[in-house]
């Protein structure tokens, strides 16, 4: 049996990492809107808040060779414990534009919709903290997003999705 050289040995998982390269090109707030519920009705401004925050992903091909628009789409509500009127609704879509290269086409989906939002988690924590103290609320510091988490939610989602449309036979 003949011994593998490194040269021709496959690459570890590690090497396969190490390969990996990633940049980003540019990242801009594809949508914004706030509404202050709170001072259009009148409500009670000294109401304890509940917020609720939804986050979406999305990652598309651009034309360009390596690169990927991927969006972090959150929709946050706030409303009064007591009574449950609303306060506040938050809306972004929050976009960065990324080369890739390096990375296995198998392994390319949850890179971009897990390693890709965790680089631009901040800076959608900051424009999140900045409209909602610009809109008269004390700044909303939203706790970090675990992305491994929510991938792995959504494709066993899916794949339970898919088992109720298939017929049993």
């Known amino acids: 049996m003949a011994d593998e050289t490194p040269e021709t040995a496959a690459p570890t998982p590690q090497e396969q990492a190490m390969q990996a390269k990633s ?3 540019a990242q801009y707030i594809r949508d914004l809107s706030f509404e202050n519920i709170l001072a259009q009705k009148g409500a009670s401004p000294d109401a304890k808040p509940e917020i609720k925050v939804q986050v979406n992903l999305d990652a598309k091909k651009r034309s360009a060779e390596n690169q990927f628009e991927i969006i972090t789409k959150l929709n946050i509500t706030s409303s009064a414990k007591d009574s449950g009127e609303p306060l506040f609704v938050l809306e972004l879509e929050y976009a960065g534009i990324f080369h890739v290269e390096g990375v296995p086409e198998e ?3 949850p890179y971009l919709l897990i390693e890709c939002p965790r680089i631009t988690f901040p800076f959608v924590r900051r424009v ?6 610009d809109g008269g609320f004390p700044p909303l510091n939203l706790e ?7 991938y792995r939610s959504e494709i066993a989602r899916r ?9 049993v036979q």
């Open 159 to 167: 794949v339970e999705a898919q088992k109720a449309e298939t017929p």
């Open 144 to 150: 970090t997003i675990d992305f491994l988490a929510l």
């Open 128 to 133: 999140v903290s900045d409209v909602t103290r």
């Open 107 to 109: 392994q390319m989906h």
């Open 23 to 25: 940049r980003v090109l």
